[in-house]
């Protein structure tokens, strides 16, 4: 305990010394009063809130919030084996809560949609020549990613290729 000695002698002995010398005299105070200042409150500018904000020619329509499907609705279980399903080649599996993997991306702050078909095992390359010629697809808008390895689809395809996976069996 004795190390603690010379640090708390300084400190006792800034308390006892006042912080604050004020004059003895009552008169020579200054008394701070707040001021309002009157140019902020009478303002003449119009508020931001009735000006009509300026529209980008441009810019494309976003897809509003109320129409993007943040749930989903239960699908059914897959009706094939998986020693049937392997003759095609490959194999999409299901998720952890029985779900087709299947997934929408919002990208470019909402206008446009990129469908994610993920957990595909076997020749990627077959099932997605397949998806592009079963559901018309124009072929520069399907890719495999080369990172995930995950089929990437350019546009609203999600309800096409979630069922045309159920129908395959998955």
């Known amino acids: ?23 003895l005299n009552p008169s020579s105070r200054t008394l701070f009063r707040p001021t309002i200042q009157t140019a902020f409150l009478s303002s003449t500018k119009p508020s931001s809130a009735s ?47 029985v779900q087709l993997p299947v997934y929408r991306r919002w990208q470019s702050g909402g206008t446009r949609q990129v469908v994610l078909i993920k957990k595909v095992d076997g020749d990627r390359i077959r099932l997605l020549e397949e998806l592009v010629g079963d559901l018309g697809i124009p072929r520069e808008d399907a890719r495999i990613n080369p990172t995930t390895q995950h089929i990437e689809l350019k546009g609203d395809h999600f309800d096409k290729a979630r069922g045309w996976l159920l129908a395959r069996g998955f």
């Open 51 to 97: 000006a009509s904000p300026r529209q980008n020619p441009n810019q494309k329509a976003k897809i509003p919030p109320h129409l993007r499907q943040l749930s989903r609705a239960p699908v059914p279980p897959p009706t094939k084996t998986p020693e049937e399903l392997v003759s095609l080649g490959y194999i999409v599996r299901r998720t952890p809560s």
């Open 1 to 23: 305990m004795s190390y603690l000695i010379p640090r708390a002698l300084p400190l006792r002995s800034a308390t006892i010394r006042p912080a604050l010398q004020l004059p």
